[in-house]
T-cell receptor, first 111, second 112 residues
Framework: QKEVEQDPGPLSVPEGAIVSLNCTYS??????FMWYRQYSRKGPELLMY????GNKEDGRFTAQVDKSSKYISLFIRDSQPSDSATYLC???????????FGRGTSLIVHP | KAGVTQTPRYLIKTRGQQVTLSCSPI?????VSWYQQTPGQGLQFLFE???????NKGNFPGRFSGRQFSNSRSEMNVSTLELGDSALYLC???????????FGEGSRLTVL
């Protein structure tokens, strides 16, 4: 079992839909949780960053962390075709700043 | 503020050759990490350098090595290339110890 599990998709949704992306993990030492977005032929870019449990909202994006279930989510409201990309979850333990990445979920938002 | 710059963007090598990839971090960032990205394995950590010292290392064979210079620029080298080394190699810099990484666009290596 990998430390971080993420469904590779693809996930195809119509424009305007609410998208839910998820990761599960096994290492209870993870304290920092991140979501990166990667467009084709580009490097990943940081979208959301949270420490420990709880929710964080930034515009159309909401990140949730449930440490008791070892489960994190990224919600995208009013999805746009420009949101079409691969979304990678990443997490790092406290005291070590090397994140472990999920394999990424490919999201396709069609007009 | 300029982002992370990686060169070359694309390169083709044959088995047994070696390759050197270069990374210039964001100005002021002292930590530089390298990752290998493949469709099958995703993003895998190679190593991290901080102030010219290797601070962390992933589970890759000794054929993969790196270094960091006093201006924080970093290079990674892969010797005796194998077909399985074909991948996108990503460099990321960080300005603090929080795991927040800023990635370059990568160097895509094809080994024939």
């Amino acid at each position: 079992q990998k430390e971080v599990e993420q469904d590779p998709g693809p996930l195809s949704v119509p424009e305007g839909a609410i998208v839910s992306l998820n990761c599960t993990y096994s290492n209870s030492a993870f304290q920092y949780f991140m979501w990166y977005r990667q467009y084709s032929r580009k490097g990943p870019e940081l979208l959301m960053y949270t420490y420990s449990s709880g929710n964080k909202e930034d515009g159309r994006f909401t990140a949730q962390v449930d440490k008791s279930s070892k489960y994190i989510s990224l919600f995208i409201r009013d999805s746009q075709p420009s949101d079409s990309a691969t979304y990678l979850c990443a997490m790092a333990p406290g005291g070590s700043y090397i994140p472990t990445f999920g394999r990424g979920t490919s999201l396709i938002v069609h007009p | 503020k300029a982002g992370v710059t990686q060169t070359p963007r694309y390169l083709i090598k044959t088995r047994g050759q070696q390759v050197t990839l270069s990374c210039s971090p964001i100005s002021g960032h002292r930590s530089v990490s390298w990752y290998q990205q493949t469709p099958g394995q995703g993003l895998q950590f190679l190593f991290e350098y901080f102030s010219e010292t290797q601070r962390n290392k992933g589970n890759f064979p000794g054929r993969f090595s790196g270094r960091q210079f006093s201006n924080s620029r970093s290079e990674m080298n892969v010797s005796t290339l194998e077909l399985g080394d074909s991948a996108l190699y990503l460099c990321a810099s960080s300005g603090d110890n929080t795991g927040e990484l800023f990635f370059g666009e990568g160097s895509r290596l094809t080994v024939l």
